[in-house]
């Protein structure tokens, strides 16, 4: 009787796979820029200048659709010009000017998915000031950073 001696290949595969996922992943990694540089330098910068002129360039750092995670745990879905572009309007209309970004605390969730807690002081043109935070969530899509998700949170 003879025997044949097999060698399997099956143990190989899920290591091959795993490797090729685990190159992949560093490929991605490397290629993708900094998520909070991002924020500082690109996204803030122009909320601190002249933001209601600045507008479209605003809404380029956000997703066609935001997603709001309201205080009262209910979620909405809106376009661009009526989540920002149209509430923009009306802070201008009662005297906001710009807001200033005092703080920023950012967990890099993976490669391409960030999560931001940003302290803004907004200015107003009667000289007064307020503080108010927000959580954003941005994901690295088509070569670029873009919100997808807000919500108001508290100050830290």
Known sequence: MMTENRISTLPATPSL???TALFAGATIAE???DAEQWYLTSYAP???GTPAADVEKILDHYAD???THETDGS???DDQNSWLAEPMAEWVDEGWLR???TALDTHQINATTAAFVGTWMDHYDDGS???SCGWYLADYLDG???ITEYADTDCP
């Open 17 to 19: 796979a795993l490797a």
């Open 31 to 33: 290629s993708v820029p």
């Open 46 to 48: 122009l909320w601190n």
């Open 65 to 67: 659709e935001i997603v």
């Open 75 to 77: 979620i909405s879905r």
């Open 99 to 101: 807001a200033e970004l």
């Open 129 to 131: 000031t307020e503080v």
């Open 144 to 146: 670029e950073w873009i």
